[in-house]
Nanobody
Framework: QVQLVESGGGSVQSGGSLRLSCAAS????????MGWFRQVPGKEREGVAA???????RYADSVNGRFTISQDNAKSTLYLQMNSLKPEDTAMYYC???????????????????????RGRGTQVTVSS
């Protein structure tokens, strides 16, 4: 069973940075793709970033150029470096994994999905103006 545990959330002022970490276990590295999604109560879940085979990364338009997803395979850890944070980035952030697909194609671009088979419990990110 895939287990995902997030850490690194917190409160930061607008323009600041945070790095989220996700400790992953219970899977073969080549058997899943991984990503991050976020959710605000009362709003739809939003795919934020995904990393697929070969290390290809995909981002939501809302975070492209500010967030970076990376993976340390030796440590089985997924990261999300978040820079230039904005109040609208405030959400619960979830680490996620899926055995089949972590991205979708739309309008000529690949984007991270928001629905995954496995997810962690989430870590809260709050950005104040």
């Amino acid at each position: 069973q895939v287990q995902l545990v997030e850490s690194g959330g917190g409160s930061v002022q607008s323009g600041g940075s945070l790095r989220l970490s996700c400790a992953a276990s219970g899977y073969r590295r080549s058997s899943v793709c991984m990503g991050w999604f976020r959710q605000v109560p009362g709003k739809e879940r939003e795919g934020v970033a995904a990393i697929v085979g070969g290390g290809t990364t995909r981002y939501a338009d809302s975070v492209n150029g500010r967030f970076t997803i990376s993976q340390d395979n030796a440590k089985s850890t997924l990261y999300l470096q978040m820079n230039s944070l904005k109040p609208e980035d405030t959400a619960m952030y979830y680490c996620a994994a899926d055995p089949t697909q972590c991205t979708y194609f739309s309008g000529g671009h690949w984007y991270p999905r928001s629905d995954f088979r496995y997810r962690g419990r989430g870590t809260q990110v709050t950005v104040s103006s």
